[in-house]
């Protein structure tokens, strides 16, 4: 992956992030679903707008997809998946904890990835084989060795839409409480999957995969991490959920998960 490649989807995502910000305002308060709708609606479209026409400018032969809530197979070559605004509901709530997230994904496989999280500052960068960085330095896992001082992870999207998934979820959430030093169940999930890479957190699942999760995918593999499905076999895209972790605990979660 070329150096030149990748600061100009840096490049990209910073601008967008810039915009974001005009938009963005710490006293935000949409009064119902409507207002609420039409603003997460707007913050998309001010994203992909600033990122589509640099990113295919960067590499014109790439496809593009910005459903941040796709799944499946993807054709071959390479593809551009972006999560325009990921955590979108936090932002237009004045929340922090809000990011931009590119990846590029070539012949099934994630191959960059760029997370940025504007309010703080924090540029998350990885490329196949090259390592994960944040702002420039490079990550690494934690080096936990046992549940009972693990900071674990999940963000189901709208569990409350199915039943069976907002159960399954409360029995892991249980199950991982009475395992772990705390569990967390926010969004966005690309937030966690950073925390993971940076050694912040320890674990994240998920029981469901989206296209746009590779580049916290990539991002906790390149800092040493494990993911897998939870059947234990090695993350693919086509992947119906899986585990990131890091290697001293990913066992010990995949087993409290799969009990």
């Known amino acids: 992956m070329s150096q030149e490649l990748l600061a100009a989807t840096v490049a990209a995502v910073r601008h967008a992030g810039a915009r974001m910000m005009t938009r963005y305002a ?18 998309d479209a001010a994203v992909v707008d600033t990122l589509r026409p640099a990113l295919t400018e960067a590499l014109p032969g790439a496809g593009w997809l910005n459903d941040e809530h796709g799944s499946g197979p993807l054709a071959t070559g390479e ?8 955590g979108n509901v936090n932002a237009v709530h004045g929340m922090p904890d809000w990011n931009i ?9 994630p191959v960059l990835a760029v ?17 994960a960085f944040l702002n420039g330095v490079r990550l690494r896992v ?6 009972d001082g693990a900071l674990v992870g999940t963000g189901q999207a709208q569990p409350g839409h199915d039943p069976e998934l907002a159960a399954r979820m409360g029995s892991a959430f249980v199950a991982m409480t009475n395992s772990a030093l705390y569990v967390r169940v926010s969004v966005p999930v690309t937030h966690q999957l950073a925390q993971v890479a940076a050694g912040r957190m320890d674990v994240h699942w998920q029981f469901e995969n989206v296209r ?15 993911v ?12 119906e959920s899986y585990l990131a972790a890091a290697p001293g605990v990913h066992a010990a979660a995949l087993d409290v998960l799969t009990a």
């Open 101 to 109: 997230g590119v990846s590029l994904v070539r012949d099934g496989r």
């Open 26 to 43: 710490t006293g935000a308060r949409p009064p119902g679903l409507p207002e609420l709708l039409a603003s997460l609606q707007a913050n």
């Open 142 to 147: 934690s080096a936990k060795s046992s549940l």
């Open 79 to 86: 593809w551009w998946l972006i999560d325009p605004v990921g």
């Open 212 to 226: 746009s999760h590779a580049a916290g995918v990539l991002l906790v593999q390149e800092a040493g991490g494990v």
């Open 228 to 239: 897998t499905d939870l059947a234990g076999k090695a993350w693919e895209l086509t992947s």
């Open 115 to 131: 997370v940025f999280f504007p309010v703080l500052d924090e540029m998350f960068t990885a490329t196949e084989d090259g390592g």
